[in-house]
């Protein structure tokens, strides 16, 4: 399948699949939590950002290996670029569009929100996760803050339209012995909530 300029538009108006998307990728052991539970936990707000452009005629967006530091759990995970609300921030987009702006250098002014996808609550770490999409007419000129980032990985959106419903299965350094499912890109494994969120996208895209 072959996405054109339209893709922006039918992104806009597809069904989110939310929940059972994110099924097929949580780990087994994750907890399920109401909304309401997830409040009374007092946890903290964050969002992240699927950024699209066009390179080569093909529709991307980039992903990170966060920086190596012991006092963060998801140090060194593959994730999308995001982070913490911050009280001057108006909504969770704007979150959103500032975390990709500091952390892989795309400037603000070039993005452009297209929608919210279904939140995610994240227990290891208390996080309550605002994924978005947007995009960008400019193509990236990557510039890492070094203590989030160490690498861009940019990934063409066809690369996720052939997820398996029965994902591999990987035992990882930080999953105690227990294995979870993982999306593995060339070498690049992605697993917890950053694949459960590419797995809405991924069903999203399939939708249209």
Known sequence: MSFGKDLLKKIKTAELPGIHAHGVFSPPSRPLFTYEEVLEKNPKFAAVNIVLYLKNDEWHFPLIQRTINEHDRHSGQISLPGGKREETDEDFAETAVRETSEEIGIEKHYVRMIRE??????????????????????????????????????????????????????????????????????????????????????????KM
Request: charged share 15%.
């Open 117 to 206: 996808m279904s939140p995610i609550y994240i227990p290891p770490s208390n996080f309550y996760v605002y994924p978005y999409i947007s995009y960008t007419k400019k193509n990236p000129e990557f510039i890492l803050q070094q203590s989030e980032a160490v690498e861009v990985i940019e990934f063409p959106i066809t690369c996720f339209l052939n997820l398996p419903d029965e994902p591999d299965m990987m035992v990882l350094p930080s999953t105690a012995g227990n294995e979870v499912p993982v999306i593995n890109f060339n070498g690049y494994i992605i697993w917890g909530a950053t694949a459960m969120i590419l797995s809405e996208f991924s069903q999203l895209l399939k």
